[in-house]
């Protein structure tokens, strides 16, 4: 069993930068892979970007790639997402996830309770 907690959000504005972090407990953090996940009201669930258990691989949604960063310090059983140039869009519930390098969802069996992102116009 993993225990993820999300903390870094808040209110921004367009054209800003945050930067969200996720501890883990519980089991090995280091064996897995991770995943950043998004929801906005009324929206389903979308896929932001997922890194290897080691770091040397990661991906991202399009809406996301070269603003937002994926990263990890296995010694710290840390996963962050620095984003920068923050949109409007952007606005969400940012969860993290494991323990899968996925776009899907459904394919991740751990979550964190979310952290609320705002980026005003």
């Known amino acids: 069993q993993v225990q993820l907690l999300e903390s870094g959000g808040g209110l921004v504005q367009a054209g800003g930068s945050l930067r969200l972090s996720c501890a883990a407990t519980?089991?090995?953090?280091?064996?897995?892979?991770m995943g950043w996940f998004r929801q906005a009201p009324g929206k389903e669930r979308e896929f932001v970007a997922a890194?290897?258990?080691?770091?040397?691989?990661?991906k991202y949604a399009d809406s996301v790639k070269g603003r937002f960063t994926i990263s990890r310090d296995n010694a710290k059983n840390t996963l962050y997402l620095q984003m920068n140039s923050l949109k409007p869009e952007d606005t969400a519930v940012y969860y993290c996830?494991?323990?899968?390098?996925?776009?899907?969802?459904?394919?991740?069996?751990?979550w964190g309770q979310g952290t609320q992102v705002t980026v005003s116009s």
């Open positions: 890194i290897t258990w080691s770091g040397g691989v990661t």
């Open positions: 996830a494991g323990a899968a390098f996925s776009n899907n969802p459904g394919d991740y069996g751990y």
């Open positions: 519980g089991r090995t953090f280091s064996n897995y892979h």
